[in-house]
């Protein structure tokens, strides 16, 4: 399995723009989740998914964030507009309720909002 | 609810000497608990977990960990540090099972470990 993959791994944008963040979790996980990476707050969680329906929202940090599940392959994290203080690495997890307790992480999205 | 706390936020030790990082847990629910290693730039990588089963764990790279529940801690150690250890570790609480919060991780602040050589 290739793991969860995030992409862009990089991305600088414009105060004002529309960014997307997109995660693919591992194959047969029910859960994900999208946290953010700060040196000031350390890791938070965001919000997380369970067989696609958001189950606890209450980490996103306002309004100007959104997350979606169409399906048990993709995600996305939009923030919309941005804002210099979004600026942070985003990291997505994917975990199964199975046999296993264990969360595997993507290698993030390093997002720079000018 | 639940919490992590780090003693440390820096560690710095010599090259094969050994190593202790330290982590207290609060939890309402019988916890599950979790050490992952992030070196610079990368994601986070699971080193081991505590899921209600034996109190010592052991992990990747040579590092284990014990589970003390008189003491609410889960320190993390290894007895001789090598120059690629040096990176960020993070103590991690999830509630077990039958919990409202099931698979919520919460971390603690992390502790940045410095290996001389």
């Known amino acids: 399995d290739a793991g969860v993959i995030q992409s862009p791994r990089h991305e600088v944008t414009e105060m004002g723009q529309e960014v997307t963040l997109r995660c693919k979790p591992i194959s047969g996980h029910d859960y994900l989740f999208w946290y953010r990476q700060t040196m000031m707050r350390g890791l938070e969680l965001l919000i997380y998914?369970?067989?696609?329906?958001?189950?606890?929202d209450s980490g996103m940090p306002e309004d100007r964030f959104s997350a979606k599940m169409p399906n048990a392959s993709f995600s996305t994290l939009k923030i919309q507009p941005s804002e210099p203080r979004d600026s942070a690495v985003y990291f997505c997890a994917s975990w199964t309720s199975g046999t296993t307790d264990t969360q595997y992480f993507g290698p993030g999205t390093r997002l720079t909002v000018l | 609810a639940q919490s992590v706390t780090q003693l440390d936020s820096h560690v710095s030790v010599s090259e094969g000497t050994p190593v202790l990082l330290r982590c207290n847990y609060s939890?309402?629910?019988?916890?599950?608990l979790f050490w992952y290693v992030q070196h610079p730039n990368k994601g986070l990588q699971l080193l081991l977990k505590y899921t209600s089963a034996a109190t010592l764990v052991k992990g990747i790279n040579g590092f284990e960990a014990e589970f003390k529940k008189s003491e609410t801690s889960f320190h993390l150690t290894k007895p001789s540090a090598h120059m690629s250890d040096a990176a960020e570790y993070f103590c991690?609480?999830?509630?077990?099972?039958?919990?409202?919060?099931?698979?919520?991780?919460?971390f603690g602040q992390g502790t940045i470990l410095t290996v001389h050589p």
């Open positions: 998914f369970n067989n696609n329906v958001p189950i606890d």
């Open positions: 991690v609480v999830s509630p077990n099972a039958g919990g409202t919060s099931y698979g919520k991780l919460t």
């Open positions: 939890s309402s629910y019988s916890p599950s």
